[in-house]
């Protein structure tokens, strides 16, 4: 008998065995890279998810359809502002009729938790949530107040989702 014949059987089990290994040692370390969780993972991650979601954010933050509406509060604001100006060349049930719109628009931005704050001739305060836009000193004025608004406050459900712009009439 050969000893060639002898070997070559056995060389190849070894190799068999050999890449049989291999791929064992590649699945096990590819199976230990594996999150594995166990009940107190998901316990953690459950009361993280809770923590994040019960700590509320300074503004909200609104699906699309809730920005159409607050943009709606705007132009309400905007329309409303405009016709207290032109107010004296309306004839009355015109200015009735435009007033009465107004308060539907209101109402039905109410019904949707939206408010508009206005903060004209108001005193001015260091914590409300404004943009001053600009500053005007008057040295005559005892305290700083709102001179104008150009844009008002409007809060959806309690929360200011966003802020007013505003002039400023400082006395310093």
């Known amino acids: 008998m050969n000893n060639y014949a002898l070997t070559t059987p056995y060389i190849l089990a070894i190799i068999v065995l050999g890449i049989l290994v291999f791929s064992m040692l590649i699945y096990c370390l590819a199976r230990r890279d594996e999150p594995r969780m166990d009940k107190f ?35 309400v604001w905007r329309i409303e502002q405009r016709i207290a100006k032109s107010a004296s060349d309306l004839q009355e049930s015109q200015l009735k009729g435009l007033e009465n719109s107004v308060q539907k628009l209101k109402r039905y931005l109410e019904k949707y938790d939206i408010e508009i704050i206005d ?21 005559s004025i005892p305290e700083s107040i709102v001179k104008e608004t150009v844009e008002p406050t409007v809060m959806c459900k309690g929360q200011v989702v966003r802020k007013a712009k505003i002039i400023l009439l400082s006395n310093n």
């Open 41 to 75: 993972d998901e316990l953690y991650l459950k009361i993280k998810e809770d923590i994040k979601f019960s700590v509320a954010p300074k503004f909200m933050q609104l699906s699309i359809d809730v920005n159409e509406l607050i943009n709606l509060a705007v132009e």
């Open 119 to 139: 903060y004209k001739n108001q005193k001015f305060n260091e914590g409300l949530n404004l943009d001053i836009l600009s500053v005007e000193k008057n040295a």
